[in-house]
């Protein structure tokens, strides 16, 4: 018989059985597998009951179903099961055919991946899909790398089943060789901390300074969704303050705050540590998350360690006031959002050097236009940033996002100090303007720190009247010898 499917999926969690949907919605004929495998009968008999979809109760099975060059997508736990199934399906296939990788794998897993399968003859793609359940259904976001002769035989599919925004353009672009699709997968995944703690920090500067209800937060978030803030993290925060418990209060006064995380925000930490890449707001973010979880610890101290009380209020009394701090809390938000995604880009402009990929900075934009988690009006404004010049330094240097960090810094300052003065945290808020501050000025205090490891390690310095290159060692105590310790540079 002749094989009649396009595409095999491996995972039957909800993210699989979504995609293998919206694959057959697209009119391919996808054949579903699982390693137990009653999912596979079950999926066939419940969700994809009247569609084409196909099923396998073995490798084999699956395998012997598919067209050539064969396409095999994977969407399961991130780790050793995606090397066990890569195991598996290498006897079973063919030099051409391509294993993919739609889990959130690590970017460096699937560097070694890629070697090992195409050391075997075979094609592989890491891609990133973001959207969660109801993306996976009706058009994630897909960020596929890997081996380039892969990508005309995936192109179709991909994009197909892909989010669309602005006419129907794919959210949904070749990223590069070997990790690149995981990378940028992975920073997004940064990004999208950074985004829900700024997200978080507004709401908790006007429910304890301002002492605002669930009720009139939603409206807040309403209106800021009409404007350049407008995105699905606000969207679904506006509706997170309006829901109700079933006893009428808000269902988010009742949630137990300890935050959660899977892991792909630390790796990013981790790998701009070895980028030497400062991404202080994603950091921030995923410390914020580590400081959340430890609630027994912050219970006990909230009773000893004391600080101002964070009520505004003289503000929240007077409606003009208020609402002028509430703009100022909207700049913050704006203006530290500018600086996360400006030091995103920083990242992935750091990753392509050290890896040798050529990122497309705008369509990387374009992908998480639509369909993923951190979509939002705002990354259309980054896409035209970098299609009007493909090699910005920096996003805030961009006209356009300079322009907006000139008109909402007056009141990010104010909300900064603010918070500072009334004892409210806003890690995010507060990095995020020292960054800038930082980043804008021509002279920061490391010669004094060159100064203080010359004379206790002879680490050596450079000196603003020499070239840069030449290195200058002192006996700062003439007890110490003129040896110096050599340069490093980390
Ligand atoms: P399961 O249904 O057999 O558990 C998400 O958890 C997906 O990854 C599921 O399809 C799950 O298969 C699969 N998965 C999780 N751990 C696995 C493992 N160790 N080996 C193979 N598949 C695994």
Redesign the pocket.
Known sequence: MEPKADIAL????VM?QNLILNMNDHGYTVVAY???TE?VDQFLANEAKGTKVLGARSIEEMVAQLKRPRRVMM???AG??VD??IEQLIPHLEPGDIIIDGGNSLFEDTNRRQKYVESKGLLYIGTGVSGGEEGARHGPSIMPGGSPAAWPHVKDILQAVSAKVEGGVPCCEWVGEMGAGHYVKMVHNGIEYGDMQLICEAYNIMKNGLGMSAQEMHEVFAEWNKGELDSYLIEISRDILAKKDDDGSPLVDKILDTAGQKGTGKWTVINSQDLGIPITLMAEAVYSRCVSALKDERVKASRKLKGPTPKLTGIAADAKRKQAFIDDIKSALYASKIVSYAQGYMLMGAAAKEYKWSLNYGGIALMWRGGCIIRSRFLGKIKEAYDKNPKLMNLMLDDYFRGEIKKAQKGWRNVVATAARRGIPAPAFSTALAFYDQYRNAVLPANLLQAQRDYFGAHTYERTDKPRGEFFHTNWTGKGGTTAAGTYNV
């Open positions: 491996i995972g039957l969690a699989g699982n390693r137990s999912k969407l399961v736990k050793k099961p066990e199934f």
